[in-house]
């Protein structure tokens, strides 16, 4: 009996191209249904009540919800192409990567950068480079945050090698070059070429536009529309 496996997701949610990447990776087909976060569908509301956002995976009819949580069941369910190590200890440190990268690192960049000016600007540049210099120190020697190959912490990670080139465009300015964080520019450019992820990508003019006017709306340069 077929599989039934459904991704909801939107076209620019670097949360739910991680799902995507994941079920890629270990060649599990899948039908996505894009979302309109503006005017949500009802079964989206149906399959996320609580959070009402993507992604959302549905498997035989069982629904997941949450990024980091997706992965783990994909991971569990499908044990080709392992995304978590076995020994425990390094599985427990895969997943404190990936969470410090949402907890830290994208909360700095999402909430202190993008839509800062000025002296706010700085402080939230400052704080981001602090956490940079964390992951920095943790791929130094190795190809992958998992090791050879694409692992949990990578593709939690993984949005800061397309998205992160976008907002320095937007703001003119560059969080991590080759001088300071070289380790970590390596890995960007080895995780974004990796076929899978490369095929995946938004499109990039669109994702530029989009955050433009997103920037613009929060300080108040425009009205949203």
């Avoid at 690192?105 to 706010?120: D, H, R, T």
Wanted: hydrophobic content about 45%.
């Amino acid at each position: 009996m077929a599989e039934e496996v459904k991704v909801f997701r939107t076209w620019s949610s670097p949360f739910a191209l991680r799902v995507i990447w994941a079920l890629k990776l270990k060649g599990v087909e899948f039908d996505t249904i894009y979302e309109d976060l503006s005017n949500k569908s009802p079964l989206l509301l149906q399959y996320n009540p609580i959070h009402k956002k993507v992604p959302v995976l549905v498997h035989n009819g069982k629904v997941i919800c949450e990024s980091l949580v997706i992965l783990e069941y994909i991971d569990e369910t499908w044990k080709q192409n392992p995304l978590l190590p076995e020994d425990p200890h390094q599985q427990a440190n895969a997943r404190f990567w990936a969470k410090f990268g949402d907890d830290k690192v994208l909360q700095s960049i999402a909430w202190g950068v993008v839509p800062m000016e000025g002296k706010e600007l700085e402080e939230g540049v400052l704080a981001t480079l602090e956490s940079l210099k964390y992951l920095e120190e943790e791929i130094r020697g190795k190809k992958f945050f998992g090791g050879e190959t694409i692992g949990l912490a990578d593709i939690a990670l993984g949005w800061l090698a397309y998205y992160l080139d976008i907002f320095e465009e937007i703001l003119g300015l560059k969080l991590i070059d080759q001088e300071k964080f070289p380790s970590l520019a390596a890995w960007k450019q080895e995780f974004a070429n990796a076929p899978i992820i490369h095929e995946n990508w938004p499109d990039r003019d669109k994702l530029v536009n989009k955050f433009v006017a997103m920037r613009e709306a929060k300080l108040g340069k425009e009205t949203p529309k």
